[in-house]
């Protein structure tokens, strides 16, 4: 494709020897577009949709499914109460994704980008909105071109009015993620919102309306990273939308009677369908393009044609180079899904799962940070007793409040001072004191070994061992 900046300096900035840096943006209009694939997307953007808007509205233990308490610090996913010290299990997560994303871009190139992206469901969505109202391509650029007019004003403040009202309700379920929804809809209705609640409701509603009312194509031309580095991803053998040269070439117009070979065409009818559904305003007739986001709305208009001049489906279809090159069967290429990267890709992501779950699954619902007072080392108190003092940090990720016993070992008639039994609210945090003593003439002078031993009162298998100092002066 020619890009701007070879444009011939005598064509640009009046003969100065200018040139444009960036394209003008030429408005895509996409045609409606219904098939297989199609299906397949809005099976998607129900599926996204309805866990991203419903889940803000599950409750569990008396408290909103999940919930990103960033002000407690405590992450509620369900059953699981995570805290900022499990940091790990996001690092895993993005672990996962990111494998996820390579291994089916191995595979089947940019079905994230075509069927699950974001960007692509929002678009879908307002570009639903938009035919509803104003109509489909024909008719939206005939109103275009229109004058203003009431009628065109109407149509426009109705499609824009209803873009706002699904957006805000994104925003307003995006911060429903990080603070009870019912309790956001409360705020609202009483005009109390906070201000971070007030910013991320209007940020989030607003990139919304912007991204998939306005930018659209140019966030994943322009703005996505991972249109950039999928190429890496590829290699002969990832499907990919293609356009089969060798038999739709030369392309051109025939009644639906002649014969294609006695005129010297291939299959292609040369009707333009493919490139008016593009919501990137491509045409694959040309080859892949960095600007093709994989969603095979072409496919579905071409075989649409297909099917009424009496052809065979698959002018455009998924394909791997090589299936095209080697015309192979479904058999063929379906074999080569399974080569060494593939393997591997599946493998690390295979792996990384299973640790992640079996951790989460396994972990003990109790976490325990020892701090030692560093303001006094170690001091001696009656009867010649040597005494250390700590502050333990106990975790309860239970869901129930939970008495823990605190024991010490490690040094000759090292005990717990303090009251060795203290409750911890349920998903709560405490702060404990403790004052550790040994008996005179034990220990070594010096730094001593110590560990603590932390159990929940009601369940000895809930319990962590936490190692520390004692520090015996000279
Ligand atoms: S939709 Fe199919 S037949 Fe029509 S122009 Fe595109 S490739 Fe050719
Ligand atoms: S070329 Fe086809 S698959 Fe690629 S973005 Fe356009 S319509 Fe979608």
Avoid at 67 to 73: A, C, E, P, S
Avoid at 167 to 175: H, M, P, R
Avoid at 189 to 208: D, H, K, N
Wanted: aromatic share 12%; hydrophobic share 40%.
């Amino acid at each position: 494709m020619k890009s701007p900046l070879q444009k011939p300096a005598a064509q640009a900035g009046g003969g100065t020897g200018e040139v444009d840096l960036y394209e003008v943006r030429r408005k895509i209009y996409p045609r409606a577009v219904t098939g297989l694939f199609a299906g397949w997307r809005w099976t998607m953007v129900w599926v996204t949709q309805l866990v991203f808007y419903g889940l803000p509205w599950l409750t569990w233990n008396d408290r909103p499914a999940v919930l990103l308490d960033l002000v407690q610090r405590r992450f509620y996913i369900f059953g699981i109460v995570l805290y900022p010290q499990d940091f790990i299990y996001l690092t895993g997560l993005l672990v996962i994704s990111a494998r996820s994303l390579f291994l089916f871009t191995a595979v089947a190139g940019r079905l994230w980008c075509g069927y699950a992206c974001p960007q692509t469901v929002y678009t879908e969505i307002f570009m639903w909105i938009e035919r509803r109202i104003e109509g489909d391509r024909p008719a939206r650029i005939r109103l275009d071109r229109e004058d203003m007019s009431a009628r065109k004003f109407a149509l426009k403040a109705a499609k824009h009015g209803a873009w706002l009202a699904v957006a805000l309700w994104t925003g307003i379920t995006f911060v429903g993620y990080f603070s009870s929804i019912r309790g956001v809809l409360g705020s609202l209705a009483s005009f109390g919102l906070g201000p971070w609640e007030t910013f991320w409701v209007v940020f989030y509603g607003f990139a919304t309306y912007g991204n998939a009312g306005f930018m659209r194509e140019q966030v994943c031309k322009y703005m996505c990273p991972y249109a950039r580095f999928q190429s890496a991803m590829f290699d002969r053998d990832t499907m990919i939308i293609t356009y089969d040269g060798d038999r739709g070439e030369p392309r051109g117009a025939r009644s639906k009677k002649a014969d294609p070979k006695a005129l010297g065409l291939g299959d292609c009818v040369n009707c333009g369908l493919c490139v008016e559904v593009c919501p990137t305003g491509i045409d694959i007739r040309k080859g892949l393009q960095y600007e093709c986001i994989g969603c095979a709305a072409c496919v579905d208009a071409c075989d649409k044609v297909m099917d009424r001049v009496g052809y065979p489906r698959g002018l455009i279809r998924y394909d791997t180079e090589n299936g095209l090159a080697n015309r192979w069967s479904r058999e063929q290429l379906f074999r080569r899904v399974f080569r060494p990267r593939v393997l591997v890709y599946g493998g690390i992501l295979i792996a990384v799962t299973i640790a992640l779950f079996a951790h989460l699954v396994l972990r003990t619902p109790l976490r325990v940070d020892v701090i030692r007072d560093r303001g006094t080392l170690g001091r001696e108190v009656e009867n010649g007793e040597i005494e250390n003092v700590y502050r333990l940090q106990l975790i309860n990720s239970a869901e129930t409040a939970r008495s823990y016993r605190i024991t010490v070992s490690g040094i000759d008639t090292v005990r717990i001072a303090t009251e060795p039994e203290v409750q911890v609210e349920r998903a709560g945090t405490r702060m404990v004191p403790v004052r550790v003593r040994i008996d005179a003439g034990k220990g070594q002078p010096g730094t001593n070994k110590l560990e603590f031993r932390v159990e929940a009162v009601d369940d000895p298998s809930v319990a962590v061992r936490e190692a520390s100092t004692f520090f015996v002066p000279r």
